[in-house]
């Protein structure tokens, strides 16, 4: 793929895509945080039953009506049930005392009286289910419903088991169902707490869309990752020819130069190059000791080169500095770690598809050349006076 590359979404790769952005995570994206992640209550139990509360009660201001609810007893395998419209009088309550237990939930309405027991990380306590049958056993139409992440079964037989997955794809397909007219006000919490489930709870609604992608597809794209790897090995080339005209822009007599070094992690060494925009007095002759610009893995003495699909393969831009102590200075004054003691301050390169009549290589340099450009803006000045200042 050279200067005149396609940007994804057209040519080849327009159906991909657009099967892609009709998967239902996509439809989702671009939610923020919801609240229980805010907050770090994810994984509290009494904040699901919460949410549940609300979201199983066709009174409140959800938009859902009693749908959620029905979707619940259809799971438990009772469909008559789950159609009934009386299912619109339904009311919920948390924590109601039984002489021996207190479930989690219980809905009262004129077609059946549901009790359920939510599980997220806690197993069942003893003879839990148990007492809580037996508590209930008189209220009209009983139902008893076991909620986990899994659907696993409980001790007791009188009770249903249902997977908080199933219950969360029901959701999303709710959710996915045009509004007629404005949404609900507390639509968004319902979108909240189906985000909560899949992201925190390790439920998926997408799976079976997904699965059903990546068969279809997953040759095809593991072949465009090893497009992408392939191509990334000849970035340092484009990179400095982006840093070169951006040399010759800042105008300060600057030097642009490539440098093969050896990184030394934790856990091993490994073979990267550096491309550099330096100052002549941060040069030793030819070889940089100091300057700002591109790291990458290089595919050398048995190690696999760039990857973008791997975080500690992934190019980055930074300031590379070869003297200790300016180099410990350097990630002082931005705090940074550092890396593989030649980078005393870096970033992961944010890699992107290129647009239209621009090769992959081509726009990803330049992305690389106006982060040196800004990094060098905000930081030059400062890097310059720890190197003056070095004994």
Known sequence: MGGGGQRVGTGRWAGVEAEVLALPGARRGGRGPSALRILGRQRREESHENYLRFLLDPREAHGLDARLLGALLRLAGLPETADDPRLAGARVHRQVRGATSRPDLVVVSPVASVVIELKVDAGEGEGQTVRQGDDFADLANLVLVYLTPTGRAPTDPRFRPVALR???????RLLAEPTPGPAAPGRRHADDYLSDLESTVGISTDDDDAAGFWVKHGATLLAAQQSARRLL????????????????????????????????????????????????????????????????????????????????????????????????????????????????????????????????????????AALVRDTWHERATTVDALWSERV
């Open 166 to 172: 199933d219950l969360a794809g029901e959701l999303a």
């Open 233 to 368: 090995k000849h970035l340092p080339v484009h990179t400095r020819t982006a840093l070169g005209a951006l040399a010759a822009d800042l105008g300060q007599d600057l030097v642009v130069t490539s440098r093969d070094y050896t990184a030394v992690g934790r856990s091993g060494r490994y073979p990267e190059t550096a491309v550099l925009l330096s100052r002549p007095r941060w040069m030793d002759g030819d070889t940089p000791l100091l300057g700002f610009g591109l790291g990458i893995r290089r595919d050398a003495d048995g190690h696999p080169g760039p990857d973008p699909d791997e975080p500690n393969r992934r190019p980055f831009h930074g300031v590379y500095c070869t003297d200790p102590a300016v180099r410990e200075a350097i990630g002082k004054r931005f705090l940074s770690d550092g890396w593989g003691g030649h980078w005393g301050w870096w970033n992961p390169l944010p890699l992107a598809a290129q647009p239209t009549g621009t090769g992959f290589l081509a726009h990803n340099a330049a992305t690389a």
